[in-house]
């Protein structure tokens, strides 16, 4: 992908659907990667390297992981690009809707449409998930990783830098 | 504005992009309860009701919520200035060392053990992520409706594989409808 106006085709995408990320990136994921490798910019190999990248280095992932996105399609400019398109918009609405915050804090509109909004993204969240887990076709030793590194999550007071180290060695034995 | 900033000592744009600077690095998978051990707890800049306050904001909004978290602190400390600053600390230098590590390393993927390794801690997030999920859920575990709607919402992501905009435009009007519902029936 060279031509602008196919890298303009993935930031003004990346951008909406940014704008539209109830749940936080994670519920994006599902669609940029349809988006992305229909259009044949990435493999499906690639998208799991940058998720599993993006997820191991501190600092704020889901902007990491457009910008390598950005990166593979177009270059330098295409991963500046795919990076302000994932959290310029939010940040614009998060500022105007501080702003007029307090004014609606206790509106019952308000409350009603949170407490509406909440179950659905945490489905968002999840589908998310199960599409990264499902991203790489990897077999059942990948699966059982999964499901392991959810269930110590849920279960215990672990670090989660822990699971992703402990699968990185996993991963280097060739277990997976 | 607020009598209450009044009596606020005014926080130093510096130091702002340098404690959501700390955020970004430190705080991998919580960084929400690291911004309350920085802005409340140590440097005293919010009170815990005024943190809660923008966590509940930033939750109910779309994009990355501890991004929304540094811009709503940066704004309450500082306006637009603040915002910005906070959000710089935050994204610019975390995100250009995380750039520059990745892209060397994908120059390496041809090393099968590098491949592996990425494999290994790309199923491992996948399922901290499907946790996290579950996690938020937790708390609507007796209210069929609501599950039904996340269940729905599930389905239409990752099974059918509609895009984003066409499972919220048919799943939000329903979810708000029984939270509705739900709130005229508990009045």
């Known amino acids: 992908m060279s031509e602008p106006a196919a890298l303009g085709r993935l930031t003004a995408h990346l951008a909406m659907l940014a704008a539209i990320s109830f749940g936080g990136v994670p519920s994006v994921l599902p669609d940029i990667r349809e988006f992305v490798v229909v259009n044949g910019w990435l493999t499906n190999q690639d998208f799991s390297n940058f998720f599993a990248v993006a997820q191991a280095i501190p600092g704020p992932n889901m902007i990491l992981m457009m910008s390598f996105i950005g990166w593979k399609a177009a270059g330098l400019p295409g991963a500046i690009a795919c990076a302000c398109a994932t959290f310029a918009p939010p940040c614009a609405m998060y500022f105007i809707a501080y702003r007029f915050w307090d004014r609606f804090r206790e509106a019952r509109w308000q409350r009603i449409a949170r407490a509406g909004l909440a179950p659905l993204t945490a489905g968002l969240v999840v589908a998310g998930g199960t599409v990264m887990a499902g991203a790489a076709d990897l077999g059942w030793p990948a699966v059982a990783v999964t499901c392991g590194a959810a269930a110590l999550l849920l279960l215990t007071r672990l670090n989660p830098l822990w699971m992703i180290g402990a699968a990185g060695v996993l991963g280097a034995l060739g277990v997976i | ?187």
């Not at chain 2, 990355?64 to 994204?91: D, E, Q, S």
């Not at chain 2, 060397?104 to 491949?115: C, D, P, S, V």
């Open chain 2, 1 to 187: 504005m607020a009598p209450a900033r009044l009596n606020r000592p005014r926080v130093a744009l510096r130091a702002l992009f340098w404690e959501f600077l700390k955020v970004s690095l430190f705080a991998a998978g919580g960084g929400i309860a690291w911004a309350h051990r920085v802005a409340v707890d140590r440097r005293g800049w919010l009170s815990d009701a005024e943190f809660t306050d923008i966590v509940s904001l930033c939750q109910f909004m779309p994009g990355p919520n501890v991004v929304g978290v540094a811009v709503c602190v940066g704004a309450k400390l500082r306006g637009a200035a603040g915002a910005v600053a906070a959000t710089a600390g935050f994204v610019v230098l975390p995100g250009v060392a995380g750039f520059a590590i990745g892209t060397w390393l994908f120059r390496h993927t041809g090393i099968a053990m590098l491949q592996h390794i990425l494999m290994g801690i790309s199923a491992a997030a996948a399922g901290l992520m499907i946790a996290t999920g579950l996690r938020l859920l937790r708390a609507y575990r007796r209210q069929p409706p609501a599950l039904l709607i996340a269940a729905l919402a599930f389905a239409g992501l990752a099974l059918a594989k509609y895009p984003l905009l066409v499972v919220l435009v048919a799943c939000a009007p329903l979810g708000i409808g029984a939270a509705a519902l739900v709130g005229l029936r508990a009045r």
